[in-house]
C-alpha cells in the first residue's frame, strides 16, 4: 500500500475542502434521464469528490451544475464508494476540459501547474 505521501506527490494539482451545492445529470441504463441534487466537497482544478445520493458506475459521464455560478461542465466518474451516512456515496470525478473557474473560488498556485 502506498504511504500518504506518496498519494500526495501523485496528485495534479491541491485539493480544498469546501461545500459547494451542484445538480447531476446522468443516464440510467435504460437511457433514463436521472437528477439529483450533490454537494462537492473537496475541489481540484481537475475533479472534485461529490456527496450523492446516486452510485454512478466508474466511467459515467455527468453533467455537473454549479449551483453558485450556473456553470455546466461534463465530468467521468473515477470512483464511487458509500458512506457511513445511510443513502449518500462519495463520487470521485475527473472533468473532462478542465477549467478552473468553474468551482468560482481561487486555487493556491502549484508548482506542477508551472506553463499550464
Do not use: C
Amino acid at each position: 500500500m502506498a504511504s500518504a505521501s506518496a498519494q500526495i506527490e501523485r496528485r495534479r494539482a491541491s485539493r480544498l475542502l469546501i461545500r459547494i451545492p451542484v445538480r447531476l445529470v446522468s443516464n440510467d441504463h435504460g437511457g433514463q434521464r436521472i437528477y439529483a441534487s450533490a454537494e462537492a466537497v473537496t475541489i481540484s482544478r481537475f475533479g472534485a469528490l461529490l456527496r450523492t445520493p446516486i452510485e454512478p458506475d466508474s466511467g459515467t459521464v455527468l453533467e455537473i451544475l454549479n449551483s453558485l455560478n450556473e456553470e455546466v461542465k461534463e465530468f467521468r466518474v473515477i470512483r464511487s464508494v458509500k458512506t457511513l451516512q445511510k443513502g449518500l456515496f462519495e463520487v470521485g470525478v475527473e472533468m473532462f476540459h478542465p477549467v478552473a473557474s468553474f468551482w468560482g473560488v481561487p486555487f493556491p498556485s502549484d508548482s506542477s501547474q508551472a506553463g499550464a
